[in-house]
T-cell receptor, first 117, second 118 residues
């Protein structure tokens, strides 16, 4: 079946502008995650959605970052007033809720490369 | 706090030989899962193998096996019969909590860049 898809694949923006990054999880996956990968910080967790539960926002670096998930499927990560340090690859992952051994294994999308000039 | 350490920034291996990538972890939760991902130059994170903290046997998936030593808190990835296509960055990751209704964030190590020589 189709994997996790993300758009755009690349985004160049000017400092101070807002950007929206989109993630479409694997069909049937109830959990959705956003991570950020940058040279200096490695892979960092940002936010996690599980079904109808309140999201875990503990990884969001500032209040300029927000995310929503509509209809339990597609998610949008929004960065307001972008800064140069926001330049990174933003990765989305999804997982399914099962009782099997691989429960919760996260499958990643190709990422969005964000460059803030 | 949970932590993942990969001490090898870069590794070289000859094609067709086996290679071990090191990973140590630290957690106070008795329930956790350990994952290895491969990230080729294209950037996508590819799931390779999983080991649960209560698993009795070391995980294997084709040419990948996980050398899980719980007392030493290590979860090394072994790749047998290396291929040129194995050249990539490899990440070890951990998630606390194993219940089916617990998802939860992954904590990643810094990664090991593996280069396979022909």
């Amino acid at each position: 079946g189709a994997g996790v898809s993300q758009s755009p694949s690349n985004k160049v923006t000017e400092k101070g502008k807002d950007v929206e990054l989109r993630c479409d999880p694997i069909s049937g996956h109830t959990a959705l995650y956003w991570y950020r990968q940058s040279l200096g910080q490695g892979l960092e967790f940002l936010i996690y959605f599980q079904g109808n539960s309140a999201p875990d926002k503990s990884g969001l670096p500032s209040d300029r970052f927000s995310a929503e998930r509509t209809g339990g499927s597609v998610s949008t990560l929004t960065i307001q007033r972008t800064q140069q340090e926001d330049s990174a690859v933003y990765l989305c992952a999804s997982s399914r809720r099962t009782s099997g051994r691989l429960t919760g294994t996260q499958y990643f999308g190709p990422g969005t490369r964000l460059l803030v000039l | 706090a949970q932590k993942i350490t990969q001490t090898q920034p870069g590794m070289f291996v000859q094609e067709k030989e086996a290679v071990t990538l090191d990973c140590t972890y630290d957690t106070s939760d008795p329930s956790y899962g350990l994952f290895w991902y491969k990230q080729p130059s294209s950037g996508e994170m590819i799931f390779l193998i999983y080991q649960g903290s209560y698993d009795q046997q070391n995980a294997t998936e084709g040419r990948y096996s996980l050398n899980f030593q719980k007392a030493r808190k290590s979860a090394n990835l072994v790749i047998s019969a290396s291929q040129l296509g194995d050249s990539a960055m490899y990440f070890c990751a951990m998630r606390e909590g194993l219940s089916y209704n617990q998802g939860g964030k992954l904590i990643f190590g810094q990664g090991t860049e593996l280069s396979v020589k022909p």
